[in-house]
Each structure stands twice: as C-alpha cells, then as structure tokens.
Nanobody
Framework: VQLQASGGGSVQAGGSLRLSCAASGRSLESFVVGWFRQAPGEERTFVAG????????RLADSVEGRFTISRDNAKNMVYLQMNSLVPDDTAVYYC????????????????????WGQGTQVTVSS
C-alpha cells in the first residue's frame, strides 16, 4: 500500500487544519493507520492512531481534546482534524500503516508501522 499525506500548511495559534492520508494499491480497511510527527532536531512521535474498523482510536496526551482521527474505508482515506493548534504542534506530520488481524487494535509505536507516506509540514505561529 502507498500512503500520501496532505493538508498541511501555516496557521496562527488557535487555528485548525485537517490532514488527509490517501491510500492506493490496496484497500485501507486491512490496515491500522497512525499519524506521527517530527519537529526539527527531535524524534518522531506518535500523535494519533485508528483501528481497522475505526471503532478504536488512540491520541497522544499532548493532543487529547484538540485532535480527532477518523477514517473512511470506502474512500481509502484517514483524516486528522487538528483544532486549537499551538506552536508546539509545528512539525512534519506523517501517516503510516500496518496490517493487522484485529479490527480493534491500535499501535502507538513507530516500529510497528511498515508503510509510511511522505510528510506534510504544519507550521503554527504565535
């Protein structure tokens, strides 16, 4: 499966963005999908993840209450709605996927994800 992230941009603090992750090559419904981010000079960290069925989601503590992850398997898409953005959210955001037999499992570690899209830059100014 190939993944492509889009929707990044520059916003002021308090603003919103919606990132999209489009899959091609295989049906996305077989994959757990996660969003990770990497700021300059820092390690890549988990942001959000969603199970194959969409019934289970996980969010990093730093984005809980501000970000929402969702998916539309019919469209082979996963979304990350980001509200109340703060400068610390500035990073390159990556979507990633891995296959799973479970319809409810969500992985939060990058090592578990086998497929990665290119990143999309999110810049939040104060």
């Amino acid at each position: 499966v190939q993944l492509q992230a889009s929707g990044g941009g520059s916003v002021q603090a308090g603003g919103s963005l919606r990132l999209s992750c489009a899959a091609s090559g295989r049906s996305l419904e077989s994959f757990v999908v996660g969003w990770f981010r990497q700021a300059p000079g820092e390690e890549r960290t988990f942001v959000a993840g969603i199970s194959r069925s969409g019934s289970n989601t996980r969010l990093a503590d730093s984005v809980e209450g501000r970000f929402t992850i969702s998916r539309d398997n019919a469209k082979n898409m996963v979304y990350l709605q980001m509200n109340s953005l703060v400068p610390d959210d500035t990073a390159v955001y990556y979507c990633a996927g891995h296959s799973s037999f479970s319809t409810r499992h969500v992985s939060t570690t990058s090592e578990r994800y086998a497929y990665w899209g290119q990143g999309t830059q999110v810049t939040v100014s104060s």
